[in-house]
């Protein structure tokens, strides 16, 4: 009794600012008030797993809480309850459909593809986890166990609270309790104020490992910090409220050697090139017949490029460099995309099967290969990036050529911050980083200063495209060779000051260093 003094058992539960008092739905499964005691027994049992720590003598569940708490989702249907014309119109009424059956009825092998999706979905939480994702509770060692990070509510849905001792503090929602514990008194649930007491601190604690917190302000994609404490202490903790991020996957066929065509989709930007673009064209039938090759073409006086697996897209003339990126990367549909400039060619060495094998293996996005010159020189063009916070007048860049550190299982390959114009990447995650459509000629880091933060990028050395010509003696030129140089390499005042407003204003820096 000693011990129950020290401690105030009485907590405080309430939020901050008035608001709306919420008013719960049912949404259990059972659709009715009151659930047959066999399914409350089974919720229960649920609770205690989850909450580890919840043994079930003296515990009550409260069904229409703890059916939210539980993140048990399906999809039902309204009843019909009458038909008349246009009684869909004037009571509009929710339908189901059920995707699983719909789309597996009709595979050959469906369990192959439960297990490819359930692979790629595995592969795209690890790219997008961190430590700082996780749930991580702190133990109480003071008079009060709480979470430090990793508690996440959907907007306007319900959690049960993890951890197990909290007086809590919120603007943003409400609190209430999945199950009633016996001999604890409760005061004010789904209020702003809410009041646990009970004589017996373990029948407490066990009544706070069972209190939900729901969302009632709708704002997707923020935070709130809650307070909580007893009498004598008070912290805080962080609930993120945002919705579940819709994954991308790709159903590329699951085979056990790469399919090129199924995963690959070659993007490039024509002008002014076509012969150039024909070569590669025929290089890359030599390996990979079918893989689909994209075409953006601003050229004046545009040359249709046909034949099988190629689609070319006509724009504006002289639209530019990285407008064309960007609508031939639009037009992808396959996981992956590998650039590649018109004035590429592949060869035996020109393996797109080694950038899908590190990008499948690992958390990378990007990787990029080697460009072999006509004089044999081999470039990987890999630099680092950093920014520098710079205070109110911007913030400084670095770019500087090298790279981190090699690939543990890829020995040729290297991490980095930029590498050279022959890359393959997810193309989800390059449309994220999208290309600034006004750098019309003069653009390529661009793409990996925006995509710092991003992306995660290799360079391995052991993939290479030949280049057909760029050293060459002026007097060997033809005219449309000449004409393009006039275009590509002339670097005027306007693209001076275009650049400039970029990296000041755009990207808000106030200085640069380069390599
Ligand atoms: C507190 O409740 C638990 C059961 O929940 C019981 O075992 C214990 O004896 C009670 N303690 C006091 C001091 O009443
Ligand atoms: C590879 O993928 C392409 C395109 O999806 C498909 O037409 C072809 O049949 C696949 N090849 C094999 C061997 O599965």
């Known amino acids: 009794m000693l011990y129950l003094h020290k401690k105030t058992l009485g907590l405080l539960i309430c939020t901050g600012l008035g608001l709306t008092v919420y008013v719960w739905k049912h949404v259990g499964p059972s659709g009715g008030n009151s659930l047959p005691s066999q399914e409350e027994a089974h919720l229960l049992q649920w609770i205690s797993q989850y909450q580890n720590t919840v043994d079930e003598s003296g515990v009550r569940v409260k069904e229409e809480i703890a059916w939210l708490a539980l993140n048990v989702c399906s999809c039902i249907a309204d009843k019909e309850s009458f038909r008349l014309p246009f009684s869909n119109w004037i009571f509009p009424r929710v ?23 359930a692979q790629e979905y595995s592969s795209f939480q690890k790219r997008s986890y961190t430590a700082a994702n996780g749930l991580i509770v702190a133990e109480a060692n003071s008079p009060l166990q709480y979470p430090t990070q990793g508690v996440v509510v959907r907007p306007l849905k319900t959690i049960i609270l993890p951890g197990s001792d909290h007086s809590l503090n919120t603007a943003l929602g409400t609190f209430d309790v999945a ?4 001999g ?68 590329s066929g699951h085979q056990g050697e790469y399919n090129i065509s199924a995963l690959v989709t070659l993007a490039t ?22 893989v689909t090759i994209v075409i953006a073409d601003d050229n004046q006086h545009p040359q249709p490029v046909t034949g099988p697996y190629i689609e070319q897209y006509f724009m504006p003339f002289g639209k530019g460099w990285f407008a064309g990126r960007n609508l031939a990367v639009s037009q992808v549909t396959t996981k992956y995309v ?45 630099h680092t990036i950093s920014v520098e916070d710079g205070g109110e007048e911007g913030d400084c860049l670095h770019i500087r050529t090298g790279h981190h550190h090699t690939i543990q299982g890829f020995p040729n390959c290297v991490v980095a911050d930029a590498v050279i114009n022959f890359f393959m990447g997810r193309t989800d995650k390059v449309r994220e980083v999208g290309f600034n459509p006004r750098l019309a000629r003069h653009a390529h880091l661009e793409f990996f200063i925006d995509g710092l933060g991003l992306l995660h990028i290799a360079s391995c050395s052991d993939v290479i495209v030949n280049h057909a010509s760029k050293i060459k003696l002026p007097w060997a030129k033809t005219d449309t060779e000449k004409k393009y140089d006039k275009f590509r390499y002339s670097f005027n005042t306007e693209d001076n000051e275009l650049f400039n407003e970029v990296f000041y204003f755009t990207d808000r820096f106030k200085c640069m260093t380069s390599q």
Request: no cysteine.
């Open 338 to 382: 590998l650039w590649v400039d018109d004035d590429f060619y592949f060869t035996s060495n020109t393996k797109l099967e080694k950038m899908v094998d590190i990008l499948e293996k690992t958390t990378l996005d990007l990787v990029g290969g080697a460009v072999r010159e006509v004089t044999g020189y081999t470039a990987t063009y890999r």
């Open 95 to 117: 339908n189901a459909h059920n995707l699983d059956n719909a789309f597996l009825e009709s595979r050959s092998d469906p369990e192959k593809v439960k297990v490819h999706r």
């Open 179 to 182: 199950a009633i514990v016996e």
């Open 269 to 290: 930007k024509t002008f002014l090139r076509y012969d150039k673009l024909r070569d590669l064209i025929n290089s890359v039938r030599k390996y990979y017949p079918t």
């Open 184 to 251: 604890v008194s409760l005061k004010g649930e789904n209020e702003n104020h809410m009041t646990l007491s009970s004589p017996n601190l373990s029948t407490l604690n066990k009544q706070l490992s069972l209190v939900t917190y729901t969302n009632t302000v709708f704002h997707p994609r923020t935070a709130e910090n809650v307070e909580f404490g007893t009498e004598d202490h008070r912290s805080f903790f962080t609930i993120k409220i945002q919705h579940k991020r819709t994954p991308k996957l790709y159903n």
